[in-house]
């Protein structure tokens, strides 16, 4: 099964999915910080309680000054979560101070974490971590004066490990990065293990295996580089596999840092090479779109029809991160994902489409956007792409809104003359919200619609299978050659945590989960 799913993980899924990524990297940092300041007064973290308050509120006002007078610069709105969040990692990365010229160097730290943002930035993507790019500057200024300070990685304490791991699986489970930093985590600490093992033998010591595993597990700051840095989405690229090479890059040269000259490329410094591997998959990822139409879909569903300022790549199936800077936006931030409902032939067209209804300050911007005004889209993810065998069977199971990347497949498929073996599962409120009929009729496949009321003249090969909620049993009955099929379910994550039963007997299962903006 391409993804192992269960009641409990969808809903803690759903529940995080309401709170924006810097909120809760934010409140997460912010827990991070108290822990450390009651570790740090029972004498168990190296630095004292005064210099981890003086150095984070130095962080703070240098991140903050620097991040509004850049903003100011360039007219962009006020983000302070995003300021708070880079002083809190370069808290937990650079040595914490209350000497004059060390707090002068956590200064220079945060005035070029901030500024990198925007003076590192491509297309609406950071190029670098911004923290990691502070620290690592502070780090070879370092080498010819000291006093600045540097790099410490006090975080690595093993009483720390333990509140790093449970904050950092929040993290992961809202951005569904577990598996890529567990890939990190395993080749740092296999290639850290091997290292030290190498070292002792070396030098003729005698080599203590268990308390070495200990030490690269748990008094090693691998934990927090793979949750709160490495796992930024703003760094990363777009295809998962891509994103496996970086954090097995990221992984070899955080467990075997090399030395050059008089710094070594360890920690930040890999992971900066590692945002430079990610950088080379991502140049052509963003791209900035011009709204050319709006049109109501359904009762509740609008469209949104753009035309892209250039030629750029994606799969049919991937979604898109879109940037609508408003004033005051709401815990979420002004960026949205979106799926894409065009295809890559539609091109220069961008169609994508959201649901009404909410009333998030992003879609009150977002419906206030005019005609003729530009966008940015930051990036371009995700692996919800069909098969590559064009004879595999395949089932799509779509919850309102959810049909959107199965429009842009299906268009593809059109496009390129393929015939696929496809059935589609179209579960929806009511009928009047089938949204897309005319592209599903147009790819002539199967279409099973749950609604609570029979759609009026259905086309040739739909079918009502009644006004029951779909649950695993009806899914089972209005497909019954499941077993020979990958099934593919975009919906919300209740809604995948119901058909669970009935899914697990296809051939492999793909999920594109949400829980609404």
Excluded at 143 to 165: E, F, K, Q, R
Excluded at 346 to 374: H, M, N
Excluded at 456 to 464: A, C, E, F, R
Excluded at 475 to 489: F, K, S, T
Aim: glycine residues 8%; aromatic residues 8%.
């Amino acid at each position: 099964m391409t993804t192992t799913l269960t009641a409990s993980s969808t809903r803690v899924r759903g529940v995080l999915g309401r709170v924006s990524m810097y909120r809760l990297v934010l409140s997460s940092l912010g827990l991070l910080t108290l822990i450390a300041l009651g570790l740090s007064l029972a004498g168990l973290v190296v630095p004292d309680p005064l210099e981890i308050l003086a150095s984070a509120v130095v962080l703070v006002v240098a991140c903050a000054a620097a991040d509004l007078a850049a903003r100011s610069v360039l007219r962009m709105p006020r983000r302070l979560e995003s300021s708070l969040i880079t002083a809190a990692i370069l808290l937990f990365v650079l040595r914490p101070t209350v000497e004059p010229l060390g707090l002068v160097g956590l200064v220079v730290a945060g005035v070029v974490a901030s500024l990198s943002k925007y003076l590192l930035a491509w297309r609406g993507r950071h190029v670098l971590n911004p923290a990691a790019t502070g620290a690592a500057v502070l780090t070879i200024l370092s080498v010819a004066a000291p006093d600045l300070g540097g790099s410490a990685w006090w975080v690595g304490s093993p009483w720390l490990a333990g509140p790093v791991l449970v904050l950092g699986l929040l993290i992961l489970a809202r951005t569904d990065r577990l598996a890529i930093v567990a890939v990190f985590w395993v080749v740092a600490a296999v290639v850290a293990f091997v290292r030290t093992i190498v070292q002792f033998q070396s030098a003729g010591f005698p080599v203590d295996v268990p308390a070495v595993i200990l030490q690269v597990a748990f008094s090693s700051p691998f934990l927090f580089l793979g949750a709160f840095m490495l796992s930024e989405p703003l760094t990363l690229p777009p295809r998962r596999w891509q994103q496996f090479a970086v954090a097995v890059v990221v992984g070899v040269l955080a467990g075997w840092p090399i030395a050059i000259g008089a710094i070594t490329l360890g920690q930040e410094r890999a992971l900066l090479i590692g945002n430079l591997v990610a950088f080379l998959f991502c140049l052509r990822a963003a791209v900035r779109l011009r709204l050319e139409g709006r049109r109501d879909l359904t009762p509740t569903v609008r469209e949104l029809t753009f035309r892209a300022a250039r030629s750029f790549s994606f799969s049919p199936g991937q979604y898109l991160e879109l940037d609508v800077p408003h004033r005051r936006p709401d815990a979420r931030g002004t960026r949205r994902e979106f799926s894409i409902a065009s295809a890559p032939e539609d091109l220069p067209t961008v169609r994508i489409a959201f649901k009404d209804g909410s009333q998030s300050s992003y879609k009150r911007a977002l419906a206030e956007v005019p005609v003729g005004a530009t966008l940015a889209v930051t990036g371009v993810w995700g692996d919800f792409v069909l098969p590559s065998r064009p004879t595999a069977p395949v089932l799509l199971v779509a919850a309102g809104i959810g049909v959107t990347p199965f429009v842009s497949q299906l268009r593809h498929l059109a496009a390129t003359g393929q015939d696929r073996d496809v059935v589609l599962v179209y579960v929806v409120s009511e009928a009047s919200e089938l949204a897309f009929r005319e592209d599903l009729v147009a790819s002539g496949i199967q279409v099973v619609v749950f609604s609570r009321d029979e759609p009026g003249d259905l086309p040739t090969g739909w079918s009502w299978a009644g006004p029951d909620r779909v649950d695993a049993e009806g899914l089972l009955r209005a497909v019954p050659d499941i077993a020979q099929r990958a099934a593919y379910v975009s919906g919300p994550p209740r809604l995948i945590a119901a058909l669970a039963p009935a899914l697990a007997r296809a051939k492999s299962l793909t999920t594109d989960a949400f829980a609404g903006y």
